[in-house]
């Protein structure tokens, strides 16, 4: 019984960590008025039929804090390269220059920067929904063990421990969501 209570417990902190993970993965699209390379993981460009991340065609740098260097391998990507960019409607206007598509930064509007605070509220409270998600099928494991020969005491105790994990876990998306907000707001 030890054994499957340890094996719940790893379990449960395994998937509460992922929902972090996904959490952070989510706050880092999230631009903050600087340039980053993330800001373009969700687009893809059609290359020989298949349809390819941009970061498998291209080299993606960051020149300055407002600017995005996008170094096709193959120069005959570029127009796919800048239409695909322009249809991610990102707000971006990328140029092409021949050798390279450069996207300008625009700073962010007040208006702007709330509705990405909105934005970054919103994964925080997806990520709480994910690890309440986690919460609950660790009680109902709870439950079932205490049917299988758990005593009530021992499962009060995971009961317990399970939201001692809960509530670390909520406190540590409130926090990231309040840095990101911060970082947004940052003029």
């Given at each position: 019984m030890e054994e499957e209570l340890s094996f719940l417990k790893e379990s449960l902190a395994d998937d509460m960590t992922k929902a972090i993970a996904h959490l952070d993965k989510a706050l880092l699209k999230i631009r903050a008025g600087r340039a980053n390379p993330t800001m373009l993981d969700g687009i893809f460009i059609d290359y020989y039929g298949s349809q390819v991340k941009l970061q498998q065609v291209s080299n993606i740098t960051t020149p300055d804090a407002r600017t995005l260097f996008v170094q096709p391998f193959e120069k005959n990507l570029i127009h796919d390269i800048e239409k695909?960019?322009?249809?991610?409607?990102?707000?971006?206007?990328?140029?092409n220059n021949g050798d390279a598509v450069i996207i300008n930064i625009p700073p962010l509007t007040e208006e702007r920067r709330k509705e990405l605070v909105r934005m970054a509220k919103v994964e925080g409270e997806d990520a709480k929904v994910a690890i309440r998600s986690v919460r609950k099928e660790g009680m109902d494991e709870a439950k079932r063990m205490e049917k299988d020969g758990l005593s009530e005491d021992q499962r009060k105790d995971l009961e317990n421990?399970?939201?001692?994990?809960?509530?670390?876990?909520?406190?540590?998306?409130?926090?990231?969501?309040?840095?990101?907000?911060?970082d947004i707001l940052k003029l």
């Open positions: 695909a960019i322009t249809y991610a409607n990102l707000g971006f206007n990328p140029m421990q399970i939201q001692a994990m809960v509530d670390k876990q909520s406190s540590l998306i409130d926090q990231r969501v309040a840095e990101k907000e911060v």
